[in-house]
């Protein structure tokens, strides 16, 4: 394989076609290990809550996102159809994101929902006393790591999405880019 096929990165952000070439062939192997760690760190996750079922995740919306700045929005999934919604809802989409990095198959989108979650772990946990030694955790790095992976098009490089983003189907509907990536 050549360096030059899994280099470049062109991706549609914002309305706005960005393509830049990753020179360094380490860098696009450093894009493939941190997706697949995140991949692994989420997957894992959800794997883990679907062994050990049931997962009731009641602690946590409606018991420690309690007086949260995000309190009000978890506490719509406290209870009721919320509540089961949301403990099928949580292992599942952990599952289905990590194997999206894994894979490298419609990453953008995992890698946005990964962010989306960790966003939710890092005010609840931070703001019932995660944050006493620093506002610097893994649910915030974890931020981090998904953003770099959505950025950077890490599913172009040995990802499902560098063969989808060539498809007749892709190319005929251009706003599926924003999906993959």
Known sequence: MATSDITNVRARMLGQDVAFSVSQPWLAYWLVVMRLVGGWWLLHAGLDKIVNWP??????????????????????????AGLAFTNVAVPIGQV?????????????????FGALMMVFFYF????????????????????????????LGAGRVLGVDSYLQNTEFVENHPRLRYLIG
């Not at 289905?96 to 946005?112: D, E, Q, S």
């Open 55 to 80: 997962f009731d995740a009641a602690w946590f919306v409606g018991g420690a996102a309690q007086g949260t700045s995000l309190g009000p929005v978890l506490a719509l999934f406290s209870s009721g």
């Open 96 to 112: 289905l994101i990590g194997l999206g990095l894994v894979f490298g198959a419609l990453t953008r989108t995992a890698a946005f």
């Open 124 to 151: 609840v946990n931070g703001e019932t006393g995660g944050w006493a030694h620093g506002v610097v955790t893994g649910e915030l790095l974890g931020i981090l790591i998904f953003g770099m992976i959505a950025t």
